[in-house]
């Protein structure tokens, strides 16, 4: 009988239960962005609780950004934007104490910059493809500003995923890009930084141009592998104290 003694049901562990089914109704969007929950006491009432278990509740979606408390207004669903995914990653590169944190954040922009660059070759229309070409033109104007360069590069990228007409690569490249903008400016220090982004970036736009996925694929997979390349050769000079650029 000790451990059944020993066993309690928490307020804790009931508004995380409340969090649970509430996070559900909002990512199935039964509860949709901008809509507005019934008040403590209705939700009190109606799942038989008291008003703190579902205040408990609600500020842990507050703080996770699902909802939205308004004094004098009520609840709302929050309305999520690709720059929310943006400050969740860079809180949690912050906050990680694993020294390989980099390296989850660059195998998952390995893995939608990949498939963004083939589906933009399947998929992209003249204008995408315009759009691509003024993109790569800014970086070559920009070759010696290092944050121009980067802010460049950033938006060939962005302008790639564009073509794929899935706008869910906009919503998942953009925040991993911004959070490893500060890596793009340091492999871009590196001497042969610029020109081989400019190269691979080339590359993919013909392979975009000529509907080819498979040489588009190829070659963002060696672009990002040569951005990996630099990076190592700019800590390495930063250890050294030496300059590359």
Do not use: C, W
Not at 64 to 81: A, W
Not at 109 to 137: C, F, G, N, P, Y
Not at 165 to 191: C, D, E, G, W, Y
């Amino acid at each position: 009988m000790k451990p059944l003694q020993e066993m309690r049901v928490s307020r804790e562990r009931l508004s995380e239960q409340v969090a649970n089914q509430l996070r559900e109704l909002v990512m199935s969007r039964e509860l949709k962005p901008g809509d507005r929950l019934p008040s403590e006491r209705e939700l009190a009432e109606h799942l038989g609780i008291s008003r703190a278990i579902v205040r408990e509740a609600i500020k842990t979606l507050e703080q996770q950004g699902l909802l939205s408390v308004e004094v004098g207004r009520g609840t709302f669903v929050t309305q999520l934007e690709p720059q929310d995914l943006t400050h969740a990653l860079n809180l949690l590169m912050l906050q990680s104490a694993d020294e390989h944190a980099f390296d989850y954040v660059y195998e998952i922009r390995q893995m939608i910059e990949i498939e963004s660059a083939r589906k933009a070759a399947e998929r992209a229309t003249d204008d995408d493809i315009a759009e691509l070409e003024s993109k790569l033109q800014a970086m070559v104007a920009s070759v010696d500003d290092v944050d121009g360069f980067a802010r460049a590069d950033t938006a060939y990228h962005q302008a790639l995923a564009v073509a794929t007409h899935n706008p869910l690569f906009v919503t998942l490249l953009l925040p991993i890009t911004n959070l490893l903008r500060q890596i793009q400016r340091k492999a871009s220090r590196t001497m042969r930084g610029p020109a081989d982004a400019i190269h691979y970036h080339t590359r993919i736009l013909e392979a975009v141009r000529q509907h080819n996925p498979d040489a588009s694929g190829q070659a963002m997979r060696e672009h990002l592998i040569s951005v990996l390349q630099h990076l190592s050769s700019a800590s390495k000079a930063d250890n050294d104290g030496t300059h590359t650029s």
